[in-house]
């Protein structure tokens, strides 16, 4: 099994680094409390995983905390923000102009991606992987275990109708059952990675 | 504005990387700044990954799925889950439950699921004042049928006492016929004379009398003579003329004034010549003189003297 794996693009290392007084200035200006802050920073980070991702980025992660970080530096100097929103997604931007500068990140070309594809049915966790999924579905409460089975169960062509059976059934439009469903999978997922985590 | 249709659609095309650059910044601008935005990426990220794990995009959409999510970690984890899960969900669509799809919902369920909360709230209301009303019906009929059964015990119990009131007329005629033709044999008779009068059949035991009213106490009256074995005496007192009372009392007293007999209270019909007292043992009047008092009852419930009767008892 080959793995694709690139080293983080060196070009977006900086010398700065992070630190707790510039972490808590950041945090501070997500909000005062500080439970709620650290749930809205993750929220943040969890949208420039996915710009940097869906952006083709090879570590969305890395690139996403290093938007991040430049963001803390720059409030931690003194930069007067105001919008911090807008400010964070134009560092994203800015980050992510350099990594496509960046003679060191790697693009797929379209043999690699092949290549990829054919070994995309070779999860190397694959059975560890099932037994973590068996185990998070049986810790759902029975509602949400019903719902994500019935939501993907069956094939393509009657797997609509089945949905819009589902959401009668519950009460609920059938967009208030596809927002349902991918919450019970967004936890299912993080129930999984961490599973994965502890066994490896 | 785009339709759901559409703007999942524009979603998808901006994942497969399918868009213009100013539109791939319009989308980005959403969906940084809109967290509903966001989760409807995140959706349809979701759906994607799905379609690319059972096999169900198009050759181009796989080819571009393939450029723009394979090249990471997270994008190719996210496709190892999503095959996990076809599989939980494969194996568990073995269990006879879940192979077919769910049943179809009742036309109700689907019509409760169509409507607004205010409809439902109204239909609800509506629901309560038709149980209400109907228990209201249910509880009135039962009230009238417990009502009706009453009627008809009663209507029963009627006939029945009608019947039996029947059946004694009949029986009564029959004895009067029976005692008409006995008379009819025997010839007439003559009518009772002031003073002793024969006794009256079916009984021999009782002797039958009619007296008048005067007589003064003392000066002996008419005289009764009882035979030997007559165990009680009638008496029928004639009027001097006809008393208006329905109700009478009577009390018969020795020469000496000593009350030996009394009947408090006896009827007979208003505006009569005569009225009869109930029978009077024979032991209560001895032989000897008698005062009887007749008093008849008025509209205030006090008595009032009608008459005096005076007779001796002899043998005979």
């Known amino acids: 099994m080959e793995h694709f794996e690139v080293d983080p693009p060196t070009s ?49 992660d890395v690139e ?44 797929l070309d379209i043999e690699e991606a092949y290549d990829l594809a054919a070994t995309i049915d070779e999860d190397p966790d694959k059975t560890e992987r099932r037994v973590c999924l068996d185990r998070c579905l049986g810790n ?61 | 504005m785009l339709g759901k249709v559409e703007a999942d659609a524009r979603l998808t095309r901006y994942l497969l990387g399918a868009v213009s650059e100013t539109e791939r910044e319009n989308i980005e601008a959403e969906y940084l700044t809109d967290e509903d935005v966001f989760e409807q990426m995140l959706i349809a990220e979701d759906e994607l990954v799905d379609a690319y794990a059972r096999g169900e995009l198009a050759d181009q959409e796989r080819k571009q799925f393939e450029k723009n999510f394979l090249n990471s970690a997270r994008g190719r984890d996210r496709v190892h889950f999503s095959q996990a899960l076809a599989g939980v969900v494969s194996d568990a669509r073995s269990v006879p439950r879940r192979v077919s799809p769910s049943p179809s919902p009742s036309f109700f369920t689907a019509l409760w699921a169509s409507l607004t909360p205010k409809v439902r709230v109204a239909g609800v209301a509506f629901a309560v004042l038709l149980i209400t009303a109907f228990s209201w019906l249910l509880v009135e009929r039962m009230r009238m049928r417990t009502e009706l059964q009453e009627l008809r015990a009663e209507q ?64 002996g009256g008419t005289n009764l003579a009882v035979p030997s074995n007559a165990k009680s005496i009638r008496l029928t007192l004639s009027f001097e003329r006809p008393s208006s009372h329905k109700e009478y009392r009577a009390a018969i007293e ?59 008892i002899s043998p005979k």
């Open chain 1, 12 to 60: 977006l290392k900086k010398e700065w680094a992070l630190t707790k007084e510039a972490f808590d200035r950041l945090l501070g200006m997500l909000d005062m409390d500080r439970e709620r802050a650290g749930q809205k920073y993750e929220f943040v980070r969890l949208r420039l995983v996915k710009f940097f991702q869906w952006s083709g980025a090879i570590e969305p």
């Open chain 1, 64 to 107: 996403a905390d290093e938007t991040l970080n430049r963001v803390a530096r720059k409030i931690d100097e003194g930069a007067n923000v105001y919008n911090l929103n807008a400010y964070i997604q134009g560092v994203a931007r800015l980050v992510k102009a350099e990594s496509l500068r960046n003679p060191l990140r790697k693009h």
């Open chain 2, 254 to 312: 020795t020469a000496d004034g000593n009350t030996v007999w009394r009947k408090d209270s006896f009827t007979s019909r208003p505006n009569a010549d005569r009225v009869s007292l109930p029978s009077i043992p024979v032991t209560a009047l001895p032989p000897g003189d008698y005062v009887l008092l007749l008093s008849g009852k008025q509209e205030d419930g006090s008595f009032e003297p009608v008459a005096n009767y005076s007779f001796r």
């Open chain 1, 140 to 200: 759902l409460p029975d509602e949400s275990r019903e719902i994500i089975i019935t939501y993907y169960e069956n094939e393509k062509g009657i797997r609509i109708k089945c949905r819009k059976q589902l959401a009668t059934r519950l009460g609920i439009t059938p967009n208030a059952l596809r927002i349902n469903a991918h919450r019970i999978r967004m936890s299912l997922e993080t129930c999984v990675r961490e599973c994965l985590a502890h066994c490896s």
């Open chain 2, 156 to 219: 029963v119990r009627l006939t029945e006492q009608s019947k039996e009131l029947q059946r004694i007329a009949d029986a009564e005629r029959a004895r009067s016929a029976e005692l008409a033709a006995q008379l009819q044999e025997r010839g007439p008779e003559p009518l009772p004379t002031e003073g002793a009068i024969p006794p009256k059949r079916p009984s021999e035991d009782i002797i039958a009398f009619n007296i008048s009213p005067g007589s003064v106490r003392g000066s």
